[in-house]
């Protein structure tokens, strides 16, 4: 095949042939290198996109979250009041109570004597 290039082209004609075909298969090479470059970019650029996506939802769910907590802690906050005053009014009540039994003491031993 070489040989019957350069007999019918000459040896600067089958360089030249030689060249052009080298030419022809860097080009398709180039190409479908950069067909393959242009399918990863769309890859990256999806995987990119879901990431970001991804990302908006984590901080969406980690504000939630917060929202939550701050929401137990107000929970926890209100019935720690609501023990400390219900503490409190027992002690009221038993004061007065006890203060209502000194009472009816003091006038029963009134009326006894």
Not at 80 to 98: C, P, R, S, V, Y
Request: charged share 25%.
């Amino acid at each position: 095949m070489i040989a019957g290039l350069i007999k019918d082209y000459g040896l600067v004609g089958a360089l030249a042939l030689a060249l052009a075909a080298i030419g022809m298969l860097v080009s398709w090479l180039k190409d479908s290198w950069q067909a393959r470059l242009d399918d990863k970019q769309a890859m990256v650029e999806r995987v990119a996109t879901a990431i970001e996506r991804q990302s908006a939802t984590s901080v969406d769910h980690t504000e939630a979250i917060k929202d939550l907590r701050d929401g137990q802690a107000a929970i926890l906050k209100t019935a720690t009041e609501a023990a400390l005053t219900g503490a409190a009014n027992d002690k009221a009540i038993l004061k007065e109570i006890e203060e209502s039994r000194k009472a009816i003491d003091r006038n029963t031993g009134a009326r006894a004597s």
